[in-house]
């Protein structure tokens, strides 16, 4: 109860379970509390939310298998060009991050998946960006099973709070639907940050950043690390609430409420002396989709801030701002471990 009172204080607790329950009036409501989230804090939990504690014990049980994995293993799964795979530690910088100038690589292992794509799926036979197969590690049955229905129960958790930020905007409920049809751009990422035994300057486990998603939904175990940088300019650390994911907004959301929305600068630093995993999930539209200033968003006082821009090419100029290996970049690292190509997130 005191995490939950000290994380209200600072990020709302909101209850999504009258709306998804159908209760008359709901929606109304519940859009009131989000929309207040997101002009003034950008992050907020959402609670009742549906998903089944297996699926999430299921999933964190998958991702302490992968990075419990031998090295040589799991670089024969390197992240590639459609940022699907394995990313080891020492591979990433926050390039694209205007919140703050790393200089040193952050200290996390990740594993990225995407939609489970076969081989005759129509983007991957045309090669089309961002539409590529996921990657699996050999020998490790289930695992593909529990990462995948991890990730489609958070893609399903998002559908149906994506009304909820539409009717925060003063819109139809269903006015971002057709931005997420025909497979929404989304990623699951499972993060592993190793304890930093001795914090030097400007070294984390994840550099502050924003997220470059329309939104995230946060799974976290008990070891702290996240921090969230307030309005106030406070960084607060948002402690673990049972039965939460912690939810925040990113780059796109911002971009399309020309800055209503925040999109809030975060970072991780593992200072608890014990391995730290964490699951993230970004939901964010078709890159087909054009991100252009919402009308509900802009007037005469408030001109639009961003040019109409196609979300692919927003998402490949962050991974080049950011991938060693989009920039042609090799770690050094990387190099040790036999010279694979690196690349950052």
Known sequence: VADADAAAAKIPIIDFGPYFAGKPGALALLAEQVGHACENVGFFYISNHGVSESVVERGFAAARRFHALPLAQKLALKLNENNIGYLPINASVQGASTVHKATKPNQNESFFTSHDRGTDHPDVVAGKPLRGRNQWPEGQPGFREDTI?????????????????????????????????????????MLYYPPQEAVEDNL??????????????????????????LTSGEWFAPPLVPGTFLVNLGNMMRRWSNDRFLSTPHGVLNESGVDRYSIAYFHSPNPDSVIECLPTCAGPDNPPKYPPAVYRDLVLAFYRANYFHQKGHRSEAMQQAGGAEAAAY
């Not at 486990?205 to 940088?229: C, E, K, W």
Request: proline residues 9%; positive net charge.
């Open 204 to 229: 984390f486990g994840q550099a502050p950043h924003t997220d470059n998603s329309f939104m995230t939904v946060l799974a976290r175990t008990q070891v702290p690390g996240l921090a969230v940088r």
């Open 149 to 189: 229905a991890y990730m489609k129960a958070m893609e399903a958790l998002c559908t149906r709070m994506m009304p909820t930020f539409a009717v925060a905007l003063g819109l139809p409920p269903d006015h971002f639907a057709p931005y997420f049809a025909n497979e929404a751009h989304i990623t699951l990422r």
